[in-house]
């Protein structure tokens, strides 16, 4: 399936067995000298679940090696490895070989994604990357940011004559009636409002840089 389907090379660019650390991988894909994927397999007949994840996870996080595919043929599941204490993970997408259409673009898109040829174009980081901002803890909390609860209390005063409101009241009203309170808590929305915090940041030094420039 790597070779017919995804176009790796069976003899080049396919380990089978990769030893790391006196245990053994299933198959790497390794292109040139670096290995991009380490991939363990199970026959078709077995359901996946977390002690093969695990163990995926671990010949990764030896080897440093970021992306992992957990697959018995039929699903395909593919994890990206957080490199913290201790070490984590996160799956980034998964598809089922038996219910995908190849009049779809978006189950061509998760075959492209694994493609030997979407190794040069570094599709799978670029789809986390979008990932990591296009999901609902993002939105929740830019929606309660200054600008959009702003733009809100603009609105309403422009539709509606003579209405008195603020800021903290409309920010409350979304954080107790209308955001779930699930897509404000817990790891995925302190990771969203790091990232938000991040693009700010960014933004600030690039207006900085081009004042600058212009000075």
């Not at 030893?19 to 359901?47: M, P």
């Not at 598809?95 to 898109?109: I, K, N, P, Q, V």
């Not at 409002?193 to 693009?199: D, G, P, R, Y």
Request: charged share 25%; with cysteine; glycine share 6%.
């Amino acid at each position: 399936m790597l070779t017919d389907i995804f176009g790796y090379d069976k003899y080049l660019e396919l380990t089978s067995e990769q030893q790391i650390r006196g245990t053994f991988c299933d198959l790497a894909v390794k292109i040139g000298n670096k290995i991009h994927y380490l991939a363990e397999i199970k026959s078709a007949g077995t359901s996946l679940n977390n002690n093969h994840l695990r163990q995926a996870v671990n010949y990764g996080a030896h080897e440093g090696i970021e992306w992992v595919l957990l697959t018995n043929a039929i699903v395909w599941k593919v994890y990206r490895i957080k490199f913290a204490q201790p070490i984590d993970w996160e799956e980034i997408y998964c598809f089922d070989m038996a219910t995908l259409s190849a009049r779809s673009a978006d189950d061509l898109g998760k075959l492209f994604m694994l493609c030997r040829e979407s190794i040069t174009t570094d599709a799978l980081h670029q789809f986390h990357q979008q990932a990591l901002i296009l999901n609902r803890h993002v939105i929740a909390e830019l929606l309660l940011g200054d600008a959009m609860v702003g733009g809100l209390r603009k609105e309403m005063r422009r539709l509606f004559s003579g209405l008195k409101t603020s800021d903290e009241e409309l920010r409350a009203l979304l954080t107790i009636e209308i955001i779930k309170r699930d897509t404000l808590d817990g790891e995925a929305a302190k990771a969203a409002k790091t990232t938000i915090k991040k693009a700010t940041g960014a933004l600030i030094k690039r207006a900085n840089k081009a004042t600058t420039a212009a000075a």
